[in-house]
């Protein structure tokens, strides 16, 4: 090559500035890609001091002196350094100084290469930044992530993986902790996975690209003799020629998600066997209203075990059904249930007090677990006239009368619970005469034995279950209501004498029913952690 040629070669190139400085460093030469990357003219820059490219302050500091100084001893210099262009503004610089001599060593000047790296710069800055964040992130995660590269045999088929990085949540959680597995191969560490089928999903996920999605995992291995069984969950990547995994610990979420959905069932299950405690009471007499309360308990939600029941005989008798069975939870609750259901179809059959408390205690001791299990009932027939009722109590509270402002106990023979021996003679039964206005307070024991206050000790009692009723009559009787469509009303007929059909002649006396339970302090009736039914009849005459 001549060297005219040489000299329109370098003047062709455009990428990097090429141009002579003399002994001095003043600009001798100028070609089109110092024209491009510095913004001067040939003939702006031709005999100027190349310091001109130089920021003030590195002018200042003797750096342009010091690089040809450099170039002068050791023949060249390279290096990177912020360059000024025409406009003012920066570039990041790639020089290359070179001393040129002659034949006899005698310096003739300098050639200097420069190129404008400033992109490439923000490159590797980014591409560091970018480094640095995912380093942070992987390093934070609370998942456990570890990055493997394919072991390839000499056909070039993948048959293992090598750890090449874990973060720390690897470290933690790993069966094989620390970094130690750094280096070391999958198979090696952990065989399982072939025969789980793991390591082929890997090895598609290096040959095909596609992640792998992995949920709910049964893994089984051996880690230092010592077996491991978990549930994991597991992603998978293609990066370069292996792959990323991480991996979660699912085994106490699906345990507890177990538990919900059996908690959820046995919760469904308990409001249906709660329902099944409080029916639709069957009393139809449109001078009588029935009132029951049940408040369920909120320590604990426990499922309670009290149950009630009222229907109207043909003749007109209303029967009452309170009851409690010893204990809470399910198989209580079905107890009861049991014991509800075949009250009524023994009273609508037609049984006596004795008959019915001995039949009720063989369904209880059909339908219970455990021989510990007993239960107590209050039954009552009130009479069509309503101006006396038949009690038959079988371990159960005896109930409160009011009348005209006093409250006593209905003091009758009662016999033991159900379902702790049948007694050797009939359970008894009684006739209590009601005559003026009156109520009839029924209820379980948890209303007396409950906690007068949340933050007391002291019980309920029964005197202050007295007091409260007597100092709260009971109120009035409301109007009979309106006539019902036929499908939710029973007809009433009634005789020229002014009477119902089917029922005898005597005065209309108006009756409150009221059966209700409670677990816990209210403003009227106090206490807590017992379940409670109450029920009364109140007779004003007409």
């Known amino acids: 090559m001549s060297d005219e040629q040489f000299r329109l070669l370098v003047a062709a190139v455009k990428d990097y500035a090429i141009f002579l400085l003399d002994p001095d460093g003043q600009v001798v030469s100028w070609n089109a890609g110092a024209e491009r990357i510095k913004g001067y003219a040939a003939e702006e820059i031709v005999g100027q001091s190349f310091t001109r490219f130089y920021l003030p302050e590195d ?132 065989s399982e996975v072939e025969g789980s089928g793991l390591f082929d999903a890997y090895r598609k996920v290096v040959e095909t690209g596609e992640p792998l999605v992995w949920d709910a995992l049964g893994y089984q291995g051996t880690v230092n003799g010592r077996p491991i069984q978990r549930v994991l969950d597991i992603r998978a990547a293609k990066l370069d020629d292996g792959v990323l995994v991480t991996w979660r610990n699912v085994s106490e979420r699906l345990r507890t998600e177990q538990q919900l959905v059996e908690a959820r069932a046995q919760a469904e299950l308990s409001q249906r066997l709660q329902a099944s405690l409080l029916p639709a009471l069957a009393v139809n007499d449109p001078a009588v209203r029935v009132f029951r309360r049940y408040q369920a308990g909120r320590e604990r939600a426990l499922l309670g075990a009290d149950f009630y029941d009222a229907v109207q005989l043909a003749d007109g008798t209303i029967a009452v059904l309170v009851g409690d069975v010893a204990g809470h939870g399910p198989d209580e609750a079905g107890v009861a249930v049991a014991l509800r259901v075949a009250w009524r179809t023994m009273v609508l059959t037609g049984h006596g007090p004795a008959d019915l408390l001995a039949g009720l205690d063989q369904v209880l ?64 039964s009684s006739t209590l005469a009601l005559a003026g206005r009156w109520l009839l307070l029924c209820y379980t024991d948890g209303l007396i034995e409950g906690r007068r206050t949340p933050d007391t000790a002291e019980r309920f009692g029964s005197p202050t279950t007295w007091r409260s009723c007597a100092s709260r009559p009971p109120p009035p009787i409301p109007p009979p209501p309106r006539p019902r469509s036929p499908r939710c009303a029973r007809p009433t007929q009634r005789s020229s004498q002014g009477r119902r059909a089917g029922l005898p002649a005597a005065p209309a006396v108006p009756l409150e029913l009221r059966c209700a339970s409670r677990r816990c302090s209210g403003p009227a009736l106090p206490g807590r952690g017992r379940d409670r039914r109450w029920s009364g009849t109140s007779r004003t005459p007409r």
């Not at 170039?71 to 001393?99: C, H, I, N």
């Not at 219970?368 to 299990?373: A, G, N, S, V, Y």
């Not at 209050?378 to 079988?394: E, H, K, N």
């Open 365 to 428: 001791d059909s339908e219970r677990r455990t021989d510990e299990l007993f239960a107590t009932v209050a039954c009552f027939w009130i009479s069509p006239d309503r101006r006396q009722a038949t009690v038959a109590l079988a371990g159960h509270p005896p109930p409160l009368l009011l009348r005209a402002g006093q409250v006593s106990i209905v003091d009758v023979p009662h016999g033991p619970a159900l379902g702790i021996g049948g007694p050797s003679e009939p359970w008894p």
């Open 59 to 190: 002018v200042a500091a003797g750096v342009p002196d010091r690089v040809l100084g450099r170039a002068r001893t050791e023949g060249r210099f390279e290096g990177y350094g912020w360059r000024l262009r025409k406009d003012g503004s920066r570039f990041l610089a790639s020089v290359t100084v070179t001393a040129l001599r002659d034949a006899g060593g005698v310096l003739q000047g300098f050639a200097k290469v420069t190129r404008d790296v400033t992109e490439q710069q923000r490159q590797q800055e980014e591409l560091a930044a970018s480094a640095a964040r995912w380093r942070t992130t992987v390093e934070h995660l609370l998942d456990p992530l570890a990055i493997m590269s394919a072991v390839r045999d000499a056909e070039g088929q993948v048959v293992d993986f090598r750890y090449d990085y874990v973060n720390p949540a690897h470290v933690e959680q790993a069966p094989v902790s620390g970094e130690g597995v750094l280096g070391r191969r999958l198979l090696e560490l952990h």
